[in-house]
Structure formats: C-alpha cells, structure tokens
C-alpha cells in the first residue's frame, strides 16, 4: 500500500471518529437540556457517559475531554438543577 492512501485512511478513520464524538456530545447536550424526566443524578450519568464514549473512540484523551467538553456538560446541568458540587467540593461528572 501507498503510504500516501494509507495517511490518507487513517486520516479518514479519525475524522469518523471525531464526527461520531461531536455527534456523542451533541446528544449529551440536548439530553441534558431538553429531557423533561432527567434527574441531576440521571445528567450525571450521562455527563459520565459522554466521557466514556469520548475514551472509547480517543484511548488515553480522558483529560483533553475533561478540558473542552466536561465544562459545557456540567454548566448546562448547573443551569438546568442549580450547583451540583456535593459538600465535600466533589466535581460532578468528574471522572471517577
């Protein structure tokens, strides 16, 4: 193989994956924005399975998560149920 086509393939293969992560985060934000029945501790979950999902399709880019989108999530729940820090200054959808 060319290693032309073969930059060009694993070129191709991350920016599916990044389109599959912009889409992950798309249907985080609206869950927590839009879902009538959504409990802080459920936008949680959520925030957490975003954050999943971003390690699944990035191996080892947990943190980079945590900087660019992490903050977006939990500021949309703190708009949505008020401050979600625990007493203990836990940050919520931190990862465990």
């Keep these: 193989m ?3 086509q073969s930059d060009a393939g694993a070129l191709a293969e991350e920016e599916r994956r990044y389109r ?3 889409t992950i985060i798309a249907v985080a934000t609206a869950t927590l924005s839009q879902d009538p029945s959504l409990t802080p501790e459920q936008g949680i979950k959520v925030i957490l399975w975003a954050r999943q999902s971003a390690e699944d399709l ?3 880019k947990g943190e ?5 989108y992490r903050p977006r999530l939990v500021r949309i729940l703190e708009e949505r149920f008020g401050s979600l820090a625990s007493p203990g200054g836990e940050d919520p959808g931190a990862a465990p």
């Excluded at 980079?64 to 660019?68: G, K, Q, R, V, Y």
């Design 20 to 22: 599959r992560l912009q």
């Design 58 to 60: 990035f191996p080892g």
């Design 64 to 68: 980079t998560f945590d900087l660019i």
């Design 2 to 4: 060319d290693p032309d």
